[in-house]
Each structure stands twice: as C-alpha cells, then as structure tokens.
C-alpha cells in the first residue's frame, strides 16, 4: 500500500486534491481512497488530507501516521506545523515553492533522503497562469505524476475532468501538464549533471 498525506491551507484545494488523485489512481486500475482531517475549518487554517492506493481492496480508516510521500500545497506550513512526522527515510516530498530545499532551511533534514524523490514546483504560479486563482492542487498532481509513477498524467487529467468541467477544468489540466512537464525536465537536467 502506497499512503501519501497532503499538507494545505484551507482554500487551497486539499481535498480536492486528494479526492482527484484517488480518482486518478481508480483509473489506473488501483484500488483507493481518500478523506480529509479538519481542525478549523476556516480559510487559510492548516488541513491535512490523506489519499491510499493499493492493488487490493483497503479497509483502513485511521489517517496516515507514516507516509510514503508528502505534498506540501503551502511551504509556510513547514516551520509551523509538523509535516514531516512519519515520513520515511526513502519517501517523496514535493513542495509547491519556487525554492529550493536548501533556500527552505531544509538542507540539514533531507541529507539522508533519496535526492531523485525530493521535488519543489511552483504549483501557485502555474495555477494563476493558467487557472487564474493561486489553487495548486491540479498542478502538484501533474507533478506527482512525473515523480512517483503511480498515476499518469492522463488518469489526472480525467480525474479533473471528473471534478470540474468548462474553461476551470482545461486550466487545471493545462497546470498540471506544465508541472508535469517541470519535473520530467528537471529529471533530465539531474541525468546529465550525474553523467
């Protein structure tokens, strides 16, 4: 079973973001769920939503204590809230920023991980290119695509067919494209470099 917890603001789409991933993994042929957890339910609070996907049928119910991977939607969380309990030590982080690990103060933290399982995108920025409200859900999705191959970027573009329609569901598929698009070029650059 792979367990990814995703890390947001209210307002920022987090549920729906793992609401769209469950989807896009039912459509790869996986077995999935997802569900939030709520403290306050206000704008800008911190929410934390849990998305699993297996090959059999899950049955577990409880939020993910352990997971295999981590999106930030919101990189102010990652000095107020404790996003990284859990997480091990070969797990995914991908962090919706335009900085780096080491620009995040998180050098020191991330030296034992996998650096090819380390990723920041700039979801906001996409999400306002191309949606026009700084929701990052849809790009960090096409980026989770590249990153982990659980799920292809055609299973995320229907699943955002599935939740949105018109001009609002062709801007989140355009995001996540690009963020997509991102990740598989900065892999390239990192080939290169380690040539």
Partial sequence: MFQIRIHGRGGQGVVTGAEMLSIA???GGK???AFPSFGSE???APVVAFCRID?????????IMAPDALIIQDPTLLHQVDVFSGLKKDGYILINTTKSFEQLGLGDFIKDFRHGRLLTVPATELALKHVGRPVPNAALLGAF???GGLITL???HAAIND????????GNMAAASEACKVVLEHDKQAETQHA
Avoid at 55 to 63: A, N, S, W
Avoid at 163 to 170: D, E, P, R
């Fill in 42 to 44: 206000r704008t800008g």
């Fill in 55 to 63: 090959d059999r049928e899950i049955r577990l119910r409880e939020p």
């Fill in 145 to 147: 695509a590249a990153l």
């Fill in 163 to 170: 939740k949105f329609s018109g001009a609002v569901a062709a």
């Fill in 154 to 156: 055609e299973a995320v």
């Fill in 25 to 27: 993994a039912f459509l």
């Fill in 31 to 33: 077995h999935a769920q």
